[in-house]
């Protein structure tokens, strides 16, 4: 059982930048893809951003392409999501997640979830 713990939401104003940690308890994090998803109120929980299991590769969705950064520090067992230029339609729960499957883009692939930070972008 893989647990993980979310941390560095918060409130901030519109072109801002927050980061978002998510450490693993797994002393074999580098087996696992990791994932970001984000859940608006009233909204379906949806993609945000993937790394693989070495972080040579990343797949972000287009609504945050160019302004996230997902990266990770195997030693530490944490991932981090870098987000810049935040506007108020990202304001959402943040969710990660931990994949021992897949580098994949769909909730499904994950085996594991956080219980999420809460991100908010005032105009």
């Known amino acids: 059982q893989v647990q993980l713990v979310e941390s560095g939401g918060g409130l901030v104003q519109a072109g801002g930048s927050l980061r978002l940690s998510c450490a693993a308890s797994?002393?074999?994090?580098?087996?696992?893809?990791m994932g970001w998803f984000r859940q608006a109120s009233g909204n379906e929980r949806e993609f945000v951003a993937t790394?693989?299991?070495?972080?040579?590769?990343?797949d972000y969705a287009d609504t945050v392409k160019g302004r996230f950064t997902l990266s990770r520090d195997n030693a530490k067992n944490t991932v981090y999501l870098q987000m810049n230029s935040l506007k108020p339609e990202d304001t959402a729960v943040y969710y990660c997640?931990?994949?021992?499957?897949?580098?994949?883009?769909?909730?499904?692939?994950?085996?594991?979830w956080g219980q999420g930070t809460q991100v908010t972008v005032s105009s």
């Open positions: 797994e002393r074999t994090f580098s087996n696992y893809a």
């Open positions: 790394i693989s299991w070495t972080g040579v590769r990343t």
């Open positions: 997640a931990a994949s021992s499957r897949v580098f994949g883009r769909f909730k499904k692939d994950y085996d594991y």
